[in-house]
């Protein structure tokens, strides 16, 4: 068994993991949204972080790894919107993968007009009703919300998925752990 990127915390206190974007299993890699900060006393940056899973089978941690723990490499700035646009288009998990391609969405609208609150998501995978509902159900978590009851949702001739979502301001989400 291979460590989970969602477990790889360390050093302690000076990561966070916001959004595993891709994670190929045993011996392969993982690509996660993260906080890193270098030390206790600084803010978090939010970074993208990538590492080779290991097996714990053959007592192997994979890679990075500082004083016997797991650890992400901090990819710099200007490969990071093209690792995570690569990593997503990888995934094949579609309830995270699209919870965090809206969740990047969403920042990237934040940042560039303050004053938004409405965000029109679309994406061609192939989704089921059941996993549109868990998606709408675990965006409440962060506060993003349906823009319209009865009407967020829709699918067009060539399937392609349109979500209507609103969301609060910056700096107002809620700190709700995801259940997916």
Same mark, same amino acid.
């Given at each position: 068994? /291979?460590?989970?990127?969602?477990?790889?915390l360390?050093?302690k206190?000076?990561?966070?993991? %916001?959004?595993?974007? /891709?994670?190929?299993?045993?011996?392969g890699?993982?690509?996660? $949204?993260?906080?890193? $900060?270098?030390?206790?006393?600084?803010?978090?940056?939010?970074?993208t972080?990538m590492r080779? *899973?290991? *097996?714990? +089978?053959?007592? *192997?941690?994979?890679?990075?790894?500082s $004083?016997?723990?797991p650890?992400?490499?901090?990819?710099?700035?200007e490969?990071? =919107?093209?690792i @995570?646009?690569?990593?997503?288009? %990888?995934?094949?998990n *579609?309830?995270?993968?699209v919870?965090? =391609?809206?969740?990047?969405?969403?920042? $990237?609208?934040? +940042?560039?007009?303050?004053?938004? /609150?409405?965000l029109?998501?679309?994406?061609?995978?192939d989704?089921?009703?059941?996993?549109? +509902?868990?998606?709408?159900?675990? %965006?409440?978590c962060?506060?993003?919300? =349906?823009?319209?009851?009865?009407?967020?949702h829709?699918?067009?001739?060539?399937?392609?998925?349109?979500?209507? %979502?609103?969301?609060?301001?910056?700096?107002?989400?809620?700190?709700? =752990?995801? @259940?997916?």
């Open positions: 068994m /291979y460590i989970k990127p969602t477990e790889v360390s050093p206190g000076q990561v966070e993991v %916001l959004d595993v974007l /891709y994670d190929s299993g045993e011996w890699v993982s690509v996660a $949204r993260i906080h890193y $900060r270098d030390e206790l006393t600084q803010p978090f940056k939010e970074c972080g080779w *899973n290991g *097996n714990l +089978d053959e007592d *192997n941690k994979g890679m990075p790894v $004083r016997g723990y650890v992400w490499f901090v990819i710099p700035d490969f990071s =919107e093209c @995570q646009a690569t990593a997503l288009a %990888l995934n094949t *579609n309830v995270p993968a919870i965090a =391609e809206i969740k990047i969405e969403v920042e $990237r609208e934040r +940042d560039a007009n303050p004053g938004s /609150y409405m029109e998501y679309k994406t061609e995978r989704l089921s009703e059941t996993e549109v +509902d868990i998606i709408l159900n675990e %965006l409440r962060f506060g993003i919300m =349906e823009a319209f009851m009865g009407g967020t829709s699918v067009d001739i060539n399937g392609v998925h349109s979500l209507t %979502l609103i969301f609060p301001a910056k700096g107002n989400l809620p700190a709700v =752990e995801p @259940q997916y």
